[in-house]
């Protein structure tokens, strides 16, 4: 794969912990995270089940608040901004895949695509839309309810809709986990396909160890640390 | 038994977890709205009741032209009942220069049993005199006499006079200004007088064939009283009969059914808001424990197990929050009476319990047929669900359990309003509005969403969810509007209502009746009233006629032996009448008015008169007048609202037919206090003429509206707490949703103010949709309720339509708002871990 680094990183945390409170006592999810990832990597965040990979995914996309320590997009400290700056920061710059593909249900396929585009505004959200269901095959099924959609098109539209608005920074969090191999691979595929082609950054947390080596690099976690 | 227990954790655990809090507030705010109408209407019915009974002197009288046996008095006074006991009769009173035809009163210690004798001060003598008016204490002490105005003013007396009556001679000690049992039929109108029954005999008046009445009075808490007159009613001699005030006084006995039906009214309102809130609240359990019921099932829990779990659940919830309802609405019924009091002076009689058991009764109903039946729909959650999320939704059977619900609140309806044909109305009422509301709102969605392509952003958002929720939509329309309509019906419609109700007794309505009136009279009346610069009031003409023949067959009290009411109508004359136009508090219940100048020999006659005589449309009558037969066939039944206090009769003709008949004429018309030495005068210069003074009974009736007004106005506090629950449970039906939407939405980048345009778009349609709904609903409701039900003619009110439009798009528009806010401010991540 070929990476094409730049200086300054796009991702970069520093001493990000989470904690939470379980009634009597403090649980020290996330301790201490230092990590980079420059533009066009494919980083891939290994670990045991309940190491903290989702918390640290959910952090690094501004969707959860940290105890203490800082993340910055793109050089921006978004742990600053309030949460409707986030929201539109997010907007901009990256996507995220869930791994129970999280659709509106009210929408149907093409208005999900189309939503974060109409949300930032960008003209001509529906032809952008209709070209990236387009490209993951879904051509025939634009007007279709995610109820309507079997496990693996829903997980093929939020992919298109994490795309949509051609992000710096793709996150996906077990994007296979809810579907079958060979349905999970065509996913992958068509991640890392659309990674080439828009030169996103991605960040995956799998527990597929096949999946984590065709990335770049691997981050591994126990316990809430990142080990190295 | 475990299957119990379970369910008590359950319950206390969705208890703590605020699963509850819409279900149990609606159902919290229902009961103790319902109880508190139903414990202060309970009281105010009781205090009506008691201070009405004042005008009869007593809770019941039972009456008899002999003597009464002594068992009236012994039943009664073995039941803890208070009697006491008067004799009447008309007798001549005089002073040695003239003679007076008085009725006297002998009255027995203890009268009267209600209200008071109200006299003037010793001191004072003569007409003219302005006495310090206070209560008489006890009754007239042996060898005296108290005399009212028109004997003191006739015989020209003075306190202290000595009069003949009868074999002895009585001191006259006081002037009776008021007495409670001072009645208002067109008979014994002359002067009155009061002495102690133990005088009675030696006047040696009461002899074989003298016209007398025997009454015993009776009084005691209502239920007693209740029962002593149906043990009584059996056994009623033919010359006895039992009278109640509502036997008594007709006007009295409209306004206070008047005042039942106002109150019973807003309690129904606050049940169908209850009930709307509920089936929202209900709506949103059952989506809630989808999840639960399918990891059951999946872990082999029968679907009997889970119904016997859901079954005592609910009946647990609904008597913990039925009963806190109650509680409630005791204490706050308390409230409205303390407060009430200082505005009407009336000390209210302790509720009964009743109020309470129908509050758990109604509670129940309301949750087990509205909330059971959705709920059971979970016992056939398929396990699936575990593995696939979508399956197992409610579905059409959900609309069997709202019908459930809806049979169960018909019957409450029923049971509540005490009156069937008010009941129906109000069901049919809210059943086609349930049906259109829903067709209508289901259409408009539909419609609006269509349109969506065409719309741009937050708009199109606004639009898919309420598309994609148009079931749910429809709901939420419907539910509000039902709410918003009762709110209507409550505030705009009830304040018509009582408007128009006291414009039909307005502070000048008559309070003295005019009766006996000659031809001959009529020219010098005219001019007496010009002396006291009044206008004449308009004189009705009366002949008096006895009814002897129905279709052509004669009529005699015996036909009607197994009715003393009937009887008496027959025995008596009635009072015939003829005029052109039907007057403004009469209505037409069957038949038709006749046209102007008919010739046609026709007859009008009061329904309930007609009912209680067996008289059907299209009957001949025949009547004697003055040995003359007059026949005529009834064209019209009529209904009259008595509570007027206009002059009305039972039968009327057109004009043209009873002209050559002896006729006298009768009047109503407004004295002020203060000008009522007018009346005096009258009594002096026309003494044939008989003055009926209701200033008492109108008094009465006015403070009984105002009281009731009072009463509805702090009982919609409630109404309006029920209709918040309404539109709390409406948006809360559909929150879980949009705090998922928004953590999405936030995750794709949107701004506060973007998801916030999307949900004003839905919530501004939901509201307005629901306001127009209930503009519609409101103005048939009160339509329906004022024409059939209160007899009022209501007249609609446009602003309506301004008013229920703008208050339900603001309302669910601020609320809605209010209520997702939280959704805005929560970090995404943690909404999507707790909800996927
Ligand atoms: N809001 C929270 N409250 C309490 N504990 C939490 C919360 N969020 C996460 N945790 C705990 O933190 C730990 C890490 O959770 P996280 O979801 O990040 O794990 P994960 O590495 O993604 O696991 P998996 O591979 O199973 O998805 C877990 O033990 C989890 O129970
Ligand atoms: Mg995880």
């Known amino acids: 794969m070929a990476n094409n680094e730049t200086e300054q990183p796009i991702v970069r ?8 409170n379980t009634g009597d006592q403090q649980l020290t999810i996330l301790q201490n995270i230092d990590l980079n990832i420059h533009m066009g990597e494919a980083v891939a965040i290994i670990g045991a089940s309940g190491s903290g990979k989702s918390t640290l995914l959910g952090l690094l996309a501004g969707l959860d608040l940290p105890t203490s320590g800082k993340v910055h997009l793109d050089e921006v400290d978004i742990f600053a901004l309030d949460e409707d700056q986030r929201a539109a920061l997010r907007g901009k710059i990256l996507g995220f895949v869930f791994q129970s593909f999280q659709l509106l249900p009210a929408l149907t396929a093409l208005e999900n695509v189309m939503l974060p585009l109409e949300l930032m505004s960008v003209g001509n959200a529906e032809a952008t839309a209709r070209r990236l269901l387009d490209r993951v095959g879904l051509a025939l099924r634009l007007h279709h309810h995610p109820k309507q959609l079997s496990g693996g098109e829903q997980q093929r539209v939020a992919i298109a809709r994490a795309f949509a608005t051609a992000p710096k920074l793709l996150l996906a969090d077990e994007p296979t986990g809810n579907l079958d191999s060979a349905t999970g691979i065509q996913i992958i595929e068509l991640m890392f396909e659309l990674n080439r082609e828009h030169g996103t950054t991605l960040v995956l947390v799998t527990h597929d160890e096949a999946l984590s080596k065709r990335c770049s690099r691997q981050l591994r976690m126990a316990d809430g640390r990142l080990m190295q | 038994m475990n299957h119990f227990l379970l369910s008590f954790r359950m319950l206390r655990r969705d ?85 007076l035809l008085t009725e006297i009163k002998a009255v027995a210690e203890g009268y009267p049993l209600r209200g008071r004798v109200h006299v003037a001060g010793r001191s004072s003598s003569g007409a003219n005199a302005n006495p310090g008016i206070q209560v008489a204490e006890g009754i007239p002490v042996p060898g005296t006499i108290w005399a009212d105005e028109k004997v003191m003013t006739r015989l020209d007396l003075k306190i202290g006079d000595v009069v003949d009556i009868g074999a002895i001679q009585l001191k006259v000690t006081e002037l009776v200004v008021r007495e409670p049992d001072h009645s208002v039929g067109f008979i014994n109108m002359g002067a009155r007088a009061i002495i102690n029954t133990q005088d009675l005999a030696d006047t040696e008046l009461i002899q074989e064939g003298s016209r007398v009445s025997y009454q015993l009075l009776v009084a005691g808490d209502m239920k007693t009283v209740q029962q002593f007159r149906t043990w009584a009613q059996g056994r009623l001699a033919k010359n006895q009969k039992i009278e109640g005030i509502r036997d008594a006084r007709p006007e009295i006995k409209a306004a206070l059914e008047r005042a039942e039906k106002f109150l019973s009214l807003a309690a129904l309102v606050s049940v169908v808001l209850a009930a709307a809130a509920i089936a929202l609240a209900v709506r949103r359990f059952t989506l809630r424990h989808l999840d639960g019921c399918a990891i059951m099932r999946s872990l082999g829990a029968s679907q009997k197990q889970l119904l016997t779990m859901y079954v005592s659940y609910f009946i647990t919830l609904g008597i913990i929050a039925s009963g806190l309802g109650c509680l409630i609405g005791f204490a706050a019924q308390q409230i409205l009476a303390h407060w009430l009091t200082d505005i009407v002076e009336t000390a209210l009689p302790w509720p009964t319990w009743w109020p309470a058991i129908h509050g758990l009764l109604v509670g129940l109903v309301l949750l087990v047929g509205f909330a059971l039946p959705p709920v059971l729909n979970l016992r056939s959650v398929p396990a699936l669900r575990v593995l696939r999320r979508d399956v197992g939704l409610p579905n059409a059977h959900s609309l069997w359990g709202y019908g459930a619900g809806l049979a169960a609140l018909l019957l409450l309806f029923i049971w509540k309003a005490h009156d069937l044909k008010l009941g129906l109305y109000i069901v049919a009422g809210f059943v086609s509005a349930i049906v259109v509301f829903g067709s209508v709102g289901w259409l408009l969605i539909k419609l609006l969403s269509n349109l969506r392509h065409q719309a741009g952003g937050a708009w199109r958002y606004g639009l898919a969810s309420l598309h994609r929720r148009a079931a749910s939509s429809v709901l939420q329309a419907v539910a509000l509007g039902l709410g918003l309509m009762a709110l209507l019906v409550l505030t705009l419609i009830q304040d018509d209502l009582i408007n128009d109700w006291n414009a039909s007794l307005p502070p000048d309505a008559p309070n ?18 010009q002396q006291y610069a009044m206008e004449r009031p308009p004189l009705f003409p009366m002949i008096r006629g006895r ?33 052109d136009e039907l007057a403004r508090d009469n209505s037409i219940v069957q038949g038709s008015w006749w046209k102007k100048d008919t010739r046609d020999t026709e007859m009008s006659i009061e329904a309930d008169i007609a009912k209680t005589l067996r008289i059907k449309l299209g009957d001949e009558l025949t009547f004697d007048i003055a040995g003359q037969h007059f026949s005529a066939k009834i064209t019209s039944l009529r209904k009259v609202d008595w509570d007027s206090f206009r002059v009305n009769f039972f039968v009327v003709v057109p004009p043209g037919l009873l002209e050559d008949y002896p006729a006298s004429y009768i009047t109503s018309f407004y004295v002020p206090p203060s000008e009522i030495a007018m009346i005096h005068e009258l009594v002096r210069m026309f003494p044939n003429i008989l003055v009926v003074d209701v200033a008492l009974v109108i008094g009465q009736v006015q403070q009984m509206i105002q009281q009731v007004s009072e009463a509805i106005k702090f009982v919609f506090i409630f109404t309006v707490l029920a209709g918040f629950a309404v539109l709390y449970a409406a948006i809360a039906a559909t929150q879980d949703e949009r705090i998922y939407e928004a953590a999405i939405f936030r995750t794709l980048g949107a701004r506060r103010e973007q998801l916030l345009r999307a949900w004003a778009t839905e919530f501004a349609i939901l509201g307005g949709l629901s306001g127009l709904f209930a503009s519609a609903g409101a103005s048939g409701l009160g339509y329906v309720i004022g024409k059939y039900a209160l007899h009022l003619d209501y007249t609609f009110n446009p602003w309506i339509w301004v008013i229920g439009t703008s208050i339900g798009l603001t309302g669910v528009l601020v609320g809605g708002l209010l209520g997702t806010r939280a959704a805005l401010s929560s970090p995404p991540l943690l909404t999507l871990r707790k909800i996927a």
């Open chain 2, 547 to 579: 009814l002897i023949k129905i279709n052509g067959k004669n009529v005699s009290p015996q036909d009607y032996a197994d009715d003393t009411h009937a009887e008496r109508h027959i025995r008596r004359e009635f009072n015939l009448s003829w005029t």
């Open chain 1, 13 to 20: 945390t520093h001493a990000l912990t989470k904690q939470v």
């Open chain 2, 15 to 99: 208890w703590r977890a605020g699963e509850l809090n819409v279900l149990v507030l609606a159902l919290i705010i229902a009961i103790s709205g319902l109880t508190t109408v139903g414990f202060f209407a309970d009281r105010v019915g009781m205090a009506l009741a008691r201070e009405s009974n004042q005008l009869l002197g007593a809770d019941l009288l039972v009456m008899s032209s002999k003597p009464l046996p002594p068992h009236f008095a012994e039943e009664a006074e073995k039941l803890g009942l208070t009697i006491s006991s008067l004799t009447k009769f008309p007798s001549m009173i005089s002073n040695g220069d003239g003679n």
């Open chain 2, 512 to 529: 003295h009746f005019l009766v006996n009136i000659q031809a001959d009279q009529l020219q010098p009346l005219e001019e007496f009233f």
